[in-house]
């Protein structure tokens, strides 16, 4: 057992770990540079890395090349210079020359910072948008807005993690889906609402855990069905009676809502969701194997400590990962990356160490916004024997001051943890985060002005209800005040699909959606159908009716 540097925590170093790292640890010119055991329990892993990772908070900045007006997750005060994407991606620069040779006499996380605040980075994490230029860490989006951390999806609307999705908004985990609304966790559905955990789904409205099925309402469960409310069979034309009815009375709606709400409260869900499954232990996991605490994944072989991970193979430690093999102790990476350890937001890429921000790179060490480089270390060109020969040097030295095997140090950040993924996951207090080395930033007041707001008590039900221009108009926020814009392509999804106008701003939605999914923790429980003792993806506080099957 070892104790976490952090937490105080015990936390057990299990022999096929023990295995991982050795058989991972890069060889450099003839040498094997063995991975130490780490200091941090895998939950502070997992907070150190989600701490290095700003989604959602936005500023107004210019390009620090350019002049042009940016909106990027990087605040004007920056030291490090941001470019808009035409520019970062020209030709007309290049991060070699920002590159300095390595020093011995000063740690490597110091050089490495000073580094960072030299060399410009992109003004948001993503690639290959088109007209879709609020979205961060995406890739290949088409007329998208506000989407998050996903790919090749267009027509989408204030989501996270949607992939190969169309038309579908405010949604979080939804993957091949379409015209979806306020789904979570949901796969290869169509034309569905208020959804959690459902797989080939359509037509149909507040469904959970339900699979292979079509006009449903309010059911929870359901497997191979049709036609049903409150899990109860009606004929098609009692059903389509009933579903007209329904959405032309608010009353109605409230009423068979608050009767699905005690249906969850009395019925046994799902311990875990597991779909294809086998010899895995997390939550929320499809076509994964032989995978120890693995949380949000799909098709993953050979994981362990994984989070947010898809067509992963035979690492530990990542975090938002995906197309990779042999990986450790790294986050944010896509389009093939293979024994990359130590490594931040990059892709694709090879034998990178502790690496930020670079992409198509391979054989490089401690260095930042490449492209399509090999052997450098520090943004500094080598040839192959000179790499290999420094490297096995500067680990050494690391080692040596106890830096070699570990992340990128928490003052490091480029971003306070309150803008980051960390306070979604792990929450912590500003006295609480200043303890642990991380910055924190006191919210900022919008300096956008909006010509007309509108008190989000004073909208009507449906957008066709509403007798003025909701177009050009902000809504005040329901919970926060906070103001928000509702979009043309926006207001069209929602009169197409009948649904009701939000309330709330697009990050409280957020908040909302991700209540929904259990924290990437598990507990033991016991099967309310069998009495065995499982694993649960429920807090005990919920007090979850839960079972196996």
Not at 269 to 284: H, I, S
Request: glycine fraction near 4%.
């Amino acid at each position: 057992m070892r104790v976490c540097a952090v937490s105080k925590k015990s936390f057990a170093v299990r022999e096929e770990e023990e295995s991982f790292y050795d058989r991972i640890s890069p060889v450099l010119f003839g040498q094997k540079y063995l991975i130490p055991l780490p200091t941090h329990c895998p939950e502070e892993r997992q907070r150190r890395r989600a701490a290095f990772r700003n989604e959602r908070a936005y500023y107004h900045r210019t390009c620090s090349r350019s002049g042009k007006k940016l909106i990027s997750i990087y605040p004007p005060e920056t030291e490090f210079p941001v470019y808009s994407a035409e520019v970062f991606w020209s030709d007309d620069w290049d991060a070699l020359d920002f590159g300095c040779s390595f020093d011995f006499s000063r740690p490597f996380f110091e050089q490495f910072y000073r580094l960072q605040n030299r060399v410009p980075r992109l003004y948001f994490s993503s690639t290959n948008l088109e007209n879709s230029e609020y979205c961060n860490h995406a890739g290949n989006m088409k007329n998208c807005y506000l989407i998050i951390g996903s790919l090749n999806s267009e027509g989408c609307l204030y989501g996270t993690r949607v992939i190969y999705c169309r038309d579908c908004v405010d949604c979080l985990w939804v993957d091949r889906c379409e015209l979806c609304y306020e789904c979570v966790n949901c796969e290869r559905c169509y034309d569905v609402a208020y959804a959690f955990d459902c797989k080939d789904v359509h037509d149909s409205r507040w469904v959970r855990h339900c699979r292979s099925s079509h006009d449903l309402l309010f059911c929870l469960g359901v497997q191979q069905g049709c036609y049903q409310v409150l899990n109860k069979q009606l004929s098609r034309e009692q059903f389509l009676s009933f579903k007209e009815e329904l959405f032309q009375s608010p009353a109605l709606m409230n009423d068979y809502e608050s009767q699905f709400s005690k249906l969850l409260a009395q019925t046994p869900v799902p311990a875990l969701v597991a779909y294809r499954t086998e010899d895995c232990t997390g939550n929320y996991l499809a076509e994964c194997r032989s995978c120890f605490w693995l949380f949000d994944a799909q098709r993953c072989e050979d994981v362990r400590y994984g989070y947010d991970a898809v067509g992963v193979k035979n690492s530990m430690d990542v975090y938002s990962l995906y197309d990779a093999e042999l990986c450790y102790e790294m986050y944010s990476g896509s389009m093939g990356m293979f024994h990359c350890l130590f490594t931040r937001d990059c892709w694709p890429g090879q034998e990178l160490l502790y690496c930020d921000h670079c992409f198509n790179c391979a054989s490089c060490l401690g260095c930042i916004g490449l492209r399509q480089k090999q052997y450098c270390v520090l943004n500094q060109q080598y040839s192959k024997a000179e790499y290999e020969r420094l490297a096995g040097q500067i680990i050494s030295k690391m080692a040596e001051r106890g830096e070699w095997g570990e992340f990128f140090p928490t003052w490091s950040s480029q971003f306070p943890y309150n803008d980051t993924v960390a306070q979604e996951y792990y929450p912590l207090t500003e006295e609480q985060a200043l303890a642990r080395g991380y910055r924190w930033t006191k919210e900022r007041e919008a300096v956008v002005e909006y010509t007309r707001i509108i008190d989000a008590v004073d909208l009507p039900l449906f957008a066709s209800d509403y007798a003025g221009d909701l177009l050009g108009a902000a809504v005040r926020c329901a919970q926060t005040g906070k103001v928000f814009r509702l979009t043309k392509a926006e207001l069209e999804f929602y009169q197409r699909l009948h649904l009701r106008l939000p309330r709330v701003h697009p990050d409280i939605r957020h908040l909302q959606r991700k209540a929904e999914k259990n924290p990437w923790h598990l507990w033991r429980a016991k099967c309310a159908d069998t009495g065995a003792e499982i694993w649960s993806g429920y807090p005990p506080e919920q007090q979850k009716l839960v079972s196996s099957t």
